[in-house]
């Protein structure tokens, strides 16, 4: 039987926290089965809390810590501490731009200029993943290739 794979909705997300939470899911589905993902996503929200990009700017070790021994989620240490990374770049970008979706504008709008920014800038986030994330948050994309 061959594999099928659930396209995610596209939507944009309503704040900046929403933009982080879905670049969280494209990082963490990297690698994985999109199904456990799905399934663990409403205790990676709880983990995470709600990903305020605030709160989780400010996690510590202690928090890193609580995350790698959380059974309801997905407990890889280089996506977690990526999470809290990006989550200060995010926090700095909105401080440049006013906002993650002006941030988004202000970047070529090619995709494939895009692309490679993104990946050099967020922590795991590689181009399969910046597809999926852009796909999401309803940004332009071309068609579905293997990237």
Known sequence: MPLTYEIPPRETPKDD???FEQMTKAIFQAGFSWLVIRNKWDNFQKAFDNFDINKVADYGLDDIQRLVFDKGIVRNRQKIGATLENANLI????EEHGSFKKYLDFLPSDYYERVPILTKQFKNLGRTGA??????????????QDR
């Open 131 to 144: 597809f999926v994330f852009l796909y999401c948050v309803n940004e332009l994309v071309p068609e579905w």
């Open 17 to 19: 926290d929403g933009y």
């Open 91 to 94: 926090k700095q970008l909105i």
